[in-house]
């Protein structure tokens, strides 16, 4: 059984930055993509950012290219996001969760449906 206890929301004024956190316990990631996938009131889940824990490998959706980066500390099994450059867009509950599959697939990833055991959430707020 996996457990992700995500952290680090909180308001934010837009321009600012935020790190969020997931610490992941319950099994052995280095073989499954880890991920952050964000839900807005109103809209459908959002894949966010996704890597790999073996080699690093990494997928971004194109609204927070060169704003956020994912990496990992596979000594830790944590994951964090950095977020830059934050705007109101960006509000929303941000999820960590694993693929339900090992391996990485640069295609698939980026689909919220690929990943499974979900932590509980942290809320982001960006304020204009």
């Known amino acids: 059984q996996v457990q992700l206890v995500e952290s680090g929301g909180g308001l934010v004024q837009a321009g600012g930055s935020r790190r969020l956190s997931c610490a992941a316990s319950?099994?052995?990631?280095?073989?499954?993509?880890m991920g952050w996938i964000r839900k807005a009131p109103g809209k459908e889940r959002e894949f966010v950012a996704a890597i790999m824990p073996s080699d690093s490998s990494t997928r971004y959706v194109d609204s927070v290219k060169g704003r956020f980066t994912i990496s990992r500390d596979n000594a830790k099994t944590t994951v964090a996001l950095q977020m830059n450059r934050l705007n109101p867009a960006d509000t929303a509950v941000y999820y960590c969760?694993?693929?339900?599959?090992?391996?990485?697939?640069?295609?698939?990833?980026?689909?919220?449906?690929?990943?499974?055991?979900w932590g509980q959430g942290t809320q982001v707020t960006v304020s204009s």
């Open positions: 969760a694993v693929r339900i599959r090992p391996g990485w697939d640069y295609f698939r990833v980026s689909r919220p449906s690929e990943f499974g055991s």
């Open positions: 319950g099994r052995t990631f280095s073989t499954y993509a």
